[in-house]
């Protein structure tokens, strides 16, 4: 077997990996979407929960699952990054916007730069950096769009709709938190199953090529 075929194979075991992240990103999704509260107090415990859910996956199964140690020690970080920050978020759950803003911010940044990094490192060696710098960079376009949202806006709704209500920074920053878990989820869950279908076809192509 060449060494492109042993990545091949390599990274199509990766494909849990994937799906299980997807899984607590749905939650936040689903979350933010359905519930009407997106005040900060809301925003913090289901991003906690969800970020430290999310990190004890990516380091457990990425330990288990990747055979690249470089980017195995990445995600064992990136991982425990998303524990610290969850851990930070639900400990504190009245922090108010400017702690949700910070935390959100700091593990966007910080897990970011490290998929991002990953991907990179891995270019044109394997099949799984397009994804994880694609996910890197979406988690940088978060972090991006904290930073640049002001924390004191608020503008009353009403105008030819004449919807009631408060547009604030807090239902922006949750919704926008909210989005991008659903959407990375389904962007992971896509990844997962075209890296097990992959999966298939090697596990097809290798057996042919014993019986022959």
Do not use: C
């Not at 415990?45 to 999310?54: E, R």
């Not at 400017?98 to 991907?119: D, H, N």
């Not at 769009?145 to 709704?157: F, N, Q």
């Not at 547009?167 to 990844?191: R, W």
């Amino acid at each position: 077997m060449t060494a492109h075929q042993l990545d091949a194979a390599s990274d199509s075991r990766y494909w849990p990996v994937p799906i299980l992240r997807a899984l607590p990103l749905l939650v936040l999704g689903m979350v933010t979407t359905f519930v009407n509260d997106h005040s900060p107090n809301i925003g913090l415990t289901t991003f906690g929960a969800t970020t430290v859910a999310g990190g004890v996956i990516v380091a457990l199964a990425s330990y288990r699952f990747l055979s690249d140690p470089s980017s195995r020690l990445i995600a064992i970080v990136q991982g425990a990054v998303g524990v610290a920050f969850g851990l930070v978020a639900l400990l504190v759950p009245t922090g108010g916007l400017v702690l949700l803003v910070a935390v959100v911010t700091g593990w966007a940044l910080i897990t970011g730069v490290l998929e991002l990094v990953a991907g990179l490192r891995r270019r044109g060696r394997s099949a799984l950096s397009r994804d994880w710098m694609i996910v890197g960079g979406l988690t940088l376009l978060l972090a991006v769009i904290y930073l640049i949202v002001p924390t004191d806006y608020s503008k009353e709704l009403g105008g030819i709709e004449k919807i009631q209500g408060t547009l604030t920074s807090s239902t922006i920053l949750v919704g926008f938190v909210g989005a991008y878990g659903a959407l990375v989820a389904v962007f992971l869950i896509i990844q997962g199953l075209s890296l097990k279908w992959q999966t298939g076809t090697h596990e097809s192509s290798t057996d042919g090529a014993h019986s022959s």
